[in-house]
């Protein structure tokens, strides 16, 4: 439905005409994401600063109107999709870096700035802030605080809840809050910060965040390390971790995704390899070749079958370029994939891509993994046709079996994707009743009128 | 006032009479803690299973009587203190360890485990829990997390809310909940876990704690590191936080506290000492004396006066001798010291104790400070005598001075000792209205009657 003349003016005269759209072919573009889910809202308003944002959330309370958060829509569950019209608020124009601090290692941003580029200026300090989605190119700060992402790195130096101080944020009833504080440690009242990372747009808007800086170490090495199965692959990530060198990324692919690249790029890797690790070390100049060596040693199992390091930025990049392969050869087979980002006990590994190949069997569904192991966090893709409604009924068997699988392993549905709309009905599986309960009672304090992100993130009840 | 008899059987009935204390002179013992406040509980009932814990709230909730959790009272704020009287529950009998898994990198652990016994049966697996209080040997993980208790080794690895993966806890309302996930990843729901850790009893009490564990490093090294003034200290303090290395403990001593050392011990140091860093770093053994060299280069500025490396074990003990005589001259000289443990931006440690000194003169309060130099995270230990009426007057306006300093720095009023009952009245100063209101919001939600530990944490209202 449209939006009355009188609501359109108010919003223009809070965000200026310039910030505003309100016809539907101008809107369409910001009611999708990366989940191709679609809805169209009644209005999009580009914000640039707080008082805006709470200017716009008050106007949609009066007005009872769902307000959506957007950074810039790379999300993959619709959680930016605006299911229930309204307003989008867009953060893209509200994107300076108010302030990097190398001294208290901290930087202030706005919502809207794009990860990389912030990354770009840190850098020039000796910095960096570890949250790093393979989106990170087109991904915003506020987007990564919405969905906890993390990335490769998250496995040594965490994920935004780990690297946030302080948030600057806009609740459902309009009001501005502070939450945190601007050093490493601090118990004064409850943790608003964690509860609003994470929350998907439900509980507040946030307009300004103080990140947690880590200074960039001198140098780093990249190992690769071929497997002739899963459980030779599992067990070397169990042993990595359980000694002291964390890497700073541990990732790794499955036979299925490893034989999907060799399709279309020379692997370097011989016929019979089973399951692959690509591990990265970094420390200081002096110290990091024994490092990568001892990270080697905990590698090295019977089912190992080639351990490459690399220690020029030519080597590294190489073997990269294995893992980089793999993105492009599954848009190519299945540009429309199903691609859940599920977390189980770095020790379960072994059983869960085992049980995978099971599902894979048993309801006629390809079924490629990759992730990052260190977290136990994989990324379980279903290679499916959306025009197939066969295979799609299927899929959607499989994949329910996927989520029951890793309940039953221990795990969690997601580990930086998020709930959105894709996992909502999924979410009690995970949660009891109580601990749900009380994330409803939670959200109801920060949004009494429930007009942030409606239905997102937590399970529909009956009367939503 | 006593508890009916009716009350007392039902009580008997949940823990068993022999873990039920009613008689005064019993409950006397358990009800203070390190703050030297203290308040008569009309029982104590010491819990050993979650199911207990349910029982008794369920209980409270029935009769409207207050719970106050406590671990082994060693808090300095008085949050275990039964202000409102009410039943004590006690964890100190609910301590069993219940499961070490190192290839998951976790522990789970009740909340009544002495934090230096878990750390004894986890260095035996090659790991640590990295919160480290200076009461380790008497204090419980379940405080530790009541509080975000850390310790020097916060500056690396962090504090309670970076080191717990999941909790379960029983709300105010006597439902237990489970909160978080067992992986380092997950985003599915809104974070309770780290909504409840700092909490100090006052939205649900933990009845099991699943920790995030961190291998122990292969070698550690210490630097001592002495300075004309605190100016050049904490510009020292500043480059090691801007380079690479971040080191595993980096406290500091101001020239009162040094001064205290020196009329009890040998320091070992100059007479125009102004403070002193002691510095610790970890890494493995084939790199940890780079590390240490790379962190001394930092350490060097034109004030400095001295600075040893000590490598070999007792060399490291001797230097430790240091810091650990000041505890015990600081009781010496003033055995009801007020220590406080603020926290500033670490570029504001120099302005901060300049701060102090005026305050100091300006209300004849002599001021010893030290601390946890690498978080900003001061113990400001106002040297008073309780008998001295006029002192202790002074002693007030003083601390109302510091906490207006450290909130005009950009600092939080508590790092890991908490609020309690000491620093209510001060929370207004730090937490803007709008989020206070809903952390009373949000406790209203978990506790729904008021009853566990009515009045710790937050600033009373009129109704409370």
């Known amino acids: 439905m449209p939006l009355s003349d009188s609501i359109t003016k108010a919003l223009a005269a809070i965000v200026g005409a310039d910030a505003l759209l309100v016809d539907a072919a101008d809107c369409w573009p910001y009611g999708y994401d990366n989940s191709r889910r679609q809805s169209l809202p009644a209005a999009v308003a580009f914000v640039t600063n707080a008082a805006q944002v709470q200017a716009v959330v008050q106007l949609a309370q009066q007005q009872g109107l769902p307000v959506t958060a957007r950074g ?27 302030r990097i601090d190398p001294a208290n290692r901290l930087a202030v941003v706005e919502p809207g700035v794009i990860n990389d580029n912030l990354q770009r200026v840190l850098g020039e300090h000796g910095f960096f802030w570890p949250p ?109 971790m359980a000694q002291p060198i964390t890497p700073r990324a541990l990732e790794f692919m499955d036979a299925a995704a490893i034989e999907m690249v060799r399709q279309f790029s020379d692997l370097g890797v011989s016929a019979e390899t089973g399951a692959l ?44 370029r294995t893992r980089k392969a793999l993105s492009p050869a599954l848009r190519h087979v299945a540009p429309k994939k199903i691609n859940e980002d599920v977390v189980v006990p770095v020790s379960r590994i072994a059983p869960f891509i085992d049980g995978l190949e099971r599902l894979a069997r048993e309801h006629r569904i390809r079924i ?37 699988l890793v309940i039953a392993l221990g795990g969690t549905l997601s580990g930086e994707h998020g709930v959105g709309l894709e996992k ?41």
């Open 132 to 240: 790093d989605p393979t989106s990170a190119a087109v991904c915003t700060i506020g987007g990564n605080l919405a969905y906890n992402s993390a990335g490769p790195k998250a496995v040594k130096y965490g994920t935004p809840r780990e690297n946030t101080l302080s948030l600057a944020a806009v609740t459902g009833s309009g009001q501005l809050i502070r939450t945190g504080v601007l050093t490493t440690k601090g118990v004064v009242g409850y943790d608003l910060t964690r509860l609003i990372i994470g929350s998907e747009g439900t509980l507040a808007l946030v307009t300004e965040a103080t990140l947690k800086l880590t200074p960039i170490a001198d140098a780093k090495q990249t190992l690769r390390a071929t497997y002739r199965d899963i459980h030779a692959a599992a067990d070397a990530v169990a042993a990595i």
């Open 72 to 98: 810039l829509g790379t999300g993959t569950t619709g959680a930016t999709v605006p299911e229930r019209n309204g307003i989008v608020i867009a953060f893209e124009r509200m994107n300076r870096i108010l």
């Open 368 to 404: 490629v993994n990759f992730g990052h192991a260190g977290n136990g966090n994989i990324h379980v893709n279903l290679l499916v046709n959306p025009d197939d409604t066969d295979e799609m009924a299927r899929a959607a068997l499989c994949l329910d079996g996927v989520f029951e």
């Open 277 to 320: 690790l690509m591990i990265e070390v970094d420390g200081p100049e002096q110290c990091v070749s024994s490092i990568a060596d001892t990270v080697a040693a905990a590698a090295r199992n019977p089912g190992l079958l080639e351990l490459s390091v690399a220690r020029e930025r030519e080597q590294i990049a190489a073997l990269w």
């Open 424 to 464: 909502r009905d999924f979410v009690a599986r995970e949660i009891d009743p109580p601990a749900l309960a009380l994330m409803r009672a939670i959200k109801a304090q920060f949004d009494p009128n429930g007009i942030l992100n409606p239905g997102k993130g937590l399970p529909l009840q009956a009367d939503n």
